[in-house]
Structures are given as structure tokens and as C-alpha cells.
């Protein structure tokens, strides 16, 4: 079956300090992979997508890699602040389907 | 500018009564709509989604329904809720390419009691 692993451990850091995040799936395909944010009581907000023939996507302070041999992604978030503390959830798309598939999330807390 | 309204925002209803759930989209023709379902803690699962009018696509079966009477409204609907049927409620939509994002509503809590 298919399945997409985000850590369910909560991910505690330091403020200043580079968070990494982690996405595996299984027997997926994906064309696309994107990651999302949420905050507490809220839609996902989304803040990243790399395609297949990509190995790395940056915006500002975050980075993505998207490895298709090891099915993994990691998501990145250099010189973290409190302000990025919530759960980020990565979500596949594959060609042929219009439905994206998301992970369970990981929560992210920045301390001062 | 493209705009999601979801309502409403939370919802306590009893065992056995009826659900609808209302999402509509502003600023763009012909979406993809979805509703997604998260429990306390878990990640989001698809319930439905739709390319068109009249056209519902389930992913699981379950207590609930969807239709998509016009272009950029989606409805959430079950004849009797269960106790299982609590949980958080997201409607999204995205344009019909492949490399585009979901945009979500605010969600709707739903506690059955």
C-alpha cells in the first residue's frame, strides 16, 4: 500500500538553528512533492514545491531536496525562529492523478 | 485575486443528525476541489475530490457524501453522523495543472456527541 512517513516525534531546536524535516513514501510515483504549514486550528498554507527532475528547491530561508532514489524528502529552515514553530506537512502529486497525498506532519518548536 | 470562504467555522451536532458542509471558491473557473478530513494530531486524508460539475470522486467509503452542484461549490454531506465523524474538515482547490498548490479553507471542527 502506499504510504507517506513524516516523523510524528515533535522536533524541539534552538532559535538561530537549521531544522531539518523529513518525508518518506512508499509505492508512490509522484510527479511533484510540495510542503505545506499549519498552524493550530488552520488550513495548510503552502510553501514549497520541487518536481521529480529536481534535486533541490530554495525560497529564502527554506530548502528543499527531493530524492527519488531513496523516495525521500527533506525540508530545511535555516536560522529558525519562534515564528516558524508549527506542523509542516509534505503532500505528493502524482502525474496521472488529481489528488494530492499528504503526510501525517511533523511539529516544529523553535525555542528563544 | 482567487479566494476559498469555508463554513462553518465549528459545528457540535448530535449522534444521528444530519451534516452539510458549504465551500465555495471566488476568482476562478473550472477548479479542483477536495475535502480532506484530520483527526486530533494526524495528518490530512482525502475524502473526496471533484473535476467538474456533477463529478465526485471517493477515496474512501464511509459515512459521508459530497456534490459539487455548480462550478466552484462543494458540498459535504452525511444523512446521519457518527461518532467517528468528528474531526477537523478542509476544504482545498488547486487549478487543473499538475504543478500548482493546494489552497485551503479555515476548516471546520466538527464534534459529535
Known amino acids: 500500500s502506499q504510504k507517506i512517513e513524516q516523523n510524528s516525534e515533535a522536533l524541539n531546536i534552538q532559535e538561530g538553528k537549521t531544522a531539518t524535516l523529513t518525508c518518506n513514501y512508499t509505492?508512490?510515483?509522484?510527479?511533484?512533492l510540495q510542503w505545506y504549514r499549519q498552524d493550530p486550528g488552520r488550513g495548510p498554507v503552502f510553501l514549497l514545491l520541487i518536481r521529480e527532475n529536481e534535486k533541490e528547491k530554495r525560497k529564502e530561508r527554506l530548502k528543499v531536496t527531493f530524492d527519488t532514489t531513496l523516495k525521500q524528502s527533506l525540508f530545511h529552515i535555516t536560522a529558525s525562529q519562534p515564528a516558524d514553530s508549527a506542523t509542516y506537512l509534505c503532500?505528493?502529486?502524482?502525474?496521472?492523478?488529481?489528488?494530492?497525498?499528504f503526510g501525517s506532519g511533523t511539529k516544529l518548536n523553535v525555542k528563544p | 485575486s482567487q479566494t476559498i470562504h469555508q463554513w462553518p467555522v465549528t459545528l457540535v451536532q448530535p449522534v444521528g443528525s444530519p451534516l452539510s458542509l458549504e465551500c465555495t471558491v471566488e476568482g476562478t473557473s473550472n477548479p479542483n476541489l477536495y475535502w480532506y478530513r484530520q483527526a486530533a494530531g494526524r495528518g490530512l486524508q482525502l475524502l473526496f475530490y471533484s473535476v467538474g460539475i456533477g463529478q465526485i470522486s471517493s477515496e474512501v467509503p464511509q459515512n459521508l457524501s459530497a456534490s459539487r452542484p455548480q462550478d466552484r461549490q462543494f458540498i459535504l454531506s452525511s444523512k446521519k453522523l457518527l461518532l467517528s465523524d468528528s474531526g477537523f474538515y478542509l476544504c482545498?482547490?488547486?487549478?487543473?495543472?499538475?504543478?500548482?498548490?493546494?489552497?485551503f479553507g479555515q476548516g471546520t471542527r466538527l464534534t459529535v456527541v
Open positions: 509505492n508512490y510515483s509522484p510527479a511533484y
Open positions: 503532500a505528493l502529486r502524482a502525474y496521472n492523478f488529481n489528488k494530492f497525498y
Open positions: 482545498a482547490w488547486n487549478v487543473r495543472t499538475l504543478d500548482t498548490e493546494a489552497f
